[in-house]
């Protein structure tokens, strides 16, 4: 493992802030600090299931989106502090609470001591362990967690540069996701499931921006040109809210149109691309999505 806390260069923004003293641009120092560990029931039916997805929602973020629903969490390192051998005691109390994974949020400026974590609680741990990020990973996240992970559950946020950079600051955002989620195919190989319930595999979200409907069309032709349609799933999601402060760009002070989801839903279809749409009641405050099977 070649990560320096000292000079962090872990995620693709490469900061090299030194995390024993301060925080790099995740707002974390070296401290794992958790805002939430807790069945979660509102992640696709695959993943939730009956029984709730066993979700960790880590604090802090590197990618920084200006329209980010978790701002509360994402913006600054609040929360619970826990070591390394807690981190790995609440996965597997979240197994006994009959959670149908271990969903681990936004953890990526973590990975090192996720890893650890994740290598104490294998030998009770018998559930899939889900990785669920923005996309933004650099290739020495993922192999650390090569082995380590079952279900890969990353967005693909944005697909032209102008909007990547305007709206979180990096440019190569889509270069660096691609390769991202083609190496996360390679590690998780073909989908596997028990049941209703996905237990290896790939599923890639998207959430359709108001105004940017045409991106929304772009990015899923190039994401069917990067992997075969049966060999993911997609998660089309049309839950965007404008965030409570007013935002310079003017289509993010809005929800989206439901002819923009619907023909980017169209395009989906038509590219022979499986998986989940929304309902665009999901476009609230609240975030509750009622996920359905196109």
């Known amino acids: 493992m070649s990560f320096h806390a000292a000079h962090c260069t872990l995620c693709p923004r490469r900061c090299g802030a030194d995390r024993t003293k301060g925080v790099g641009l995740c707002h974390c120092s070296t401290e794992i600090r ?3 560990a807790a069945l979660h029931f509102w992640e696709e039916p695959c993943i939730s299931g009956k029984n709730g997805s066993g979700a960790v929602f880590f604090s802090g973020c590197a ?10 969490i994402s913006r600054k390192a609040v929360g619970k502090i826990v070591t390394v051998e807690q981190l790995s005691e609440i996965f ?19 990975t090192p001591w996720i890893v650890q974590a ?5 030998p009770k741990l018998h559930i ?15 192999h650390m967690l090569d082995g380590l992970v079952d279900i890969y559950l990353p967005d693909l946020k944005f697909y032209e540069a102008g909007t990547a950079k305007a709206y979180a600051g990096c440019p190569d955002y889509f270069t660096v996701a691609a ?7 390679r590690q998780a190989g073909t989908l596997r499931w028990k049941g209703a319930l996905l237990q290896r595999g790939l599923m890639v979200r998207h959430l359709v921006l108001p105004g940017h409907r045409k991106e929304s069309i772009a990015l899923l032709h190039q994401l069917a040109e990067l992997l075969p349609a049966d060999a993911f799933l997609l998660s089309l999601m049309g839950q965007y809210t404008p965030p409570e402060q007013h935002l310079e760009d003017p289509f993010l002070n809005r929800r ?3 002819f923009e989801y619907e023909s980017v839903r169209k395009c989906a279809v038509q590219l022979g691309l499986n998986g989940y749409g929304q309902d665009r009641s999901s476009a609230t405050a609240s975030y509750t999505p009622d996920f359905w099977i196109e």
Do not use: D
């Not at 597997?92 to 973590?110: D, F, K, P, R």
């Not at 390769?179 to 195919?185: D, G, L, P």
């Open 34 to 36: 958790i805002a939430r």
């Open 63 to 72: 990618l920084g989106c200006i329209f980010c629903q978790n701002r509360k």
């Open 92 to 110: 597997l109390a979240l197994q006994e609470q009959q959670a149908h994974n271990i969903n681990l949020v936004t953890g990526s400026h973590y």
């Open 118 to 122: 994740l290598e104490l609680a294998k």
């Open 128 to 142: 899939p362990v889900v990785w669920n990020c923005g996309g933004y990973e650099s290739m020495e996240i993922l």
């Open 179 to 185: 390769k991202a989620i083609a190496e996360m195919h």
């Open 256 to 258: 989206i149109a439901t």
